[in-house]
């Protein structure tokens, strides 16, 4: 069971609102909070339901209209699913950077310097052999 799952009926989820079922027959018509329904067409509330109910109490005391408490859940509604849409975006993004065939590493070259390379490649160490001779001097 989650937060989400059909519970109450309407008397005891209005008594956990602290409201009059009528209320929440108006509420439900007004599409403020909309309970899932039975086969037999019951209203059935759920714990989400019943905080949205205590939200609008809270809302309604303040003053606020019945458009407005409307404006205000269906805000937060969408904020919820935006946060939803940012974390998936964010995974993904963190994969994406981690299984990239081409993402950088960094390394230290042969003077000491910083390099960028793709991933998996090593730097190339110089392996040329110098021969050195004395030059011929004048005179010796």
């Given at each position: ?40 067409k ?16 809270q ?14 859940l ?33 390394a ?19 392996n ?13």
């Amino acid at each position: 069971m989650n937060e989400l799952s059909p519970l109450f009926v309407i008397s005891v989820a209005a008594e956990l609102a602290g409201m009059h079922p009528q209320t929440l027959r108006q509420y439900d018509r007004l599409g403020l909070v909309s309970p899932t329904r039975t086969a037999g067409k019951s209203r059935r509330y759920s714990m989400r339901d019943v905080s949205q109910l205590r939200e609008i109490a809270q809302l309604s005391s303040e003053g606020v209209s019945l458009e407005g408490i409307r404006r205000v859940l269906g805000l937060e509604d969408q904020v919820a699913s935006l946060e939803t849409r940012v974390r998936e975006l964010e995974a993904a993004l963190a994969d994406e950077m981690l299984n990239r065939p081409g993402r950088r590493v960094f390394a230290a070259g042969a003077a000491g310097e910083v390099v960028s390379m793709r991933a998996g490649t090593r730097v190339r160490r110089e392996n040329a052999v110098v021969v050195w001779r004395p030059l011929d001097r004048p005179g010796g």
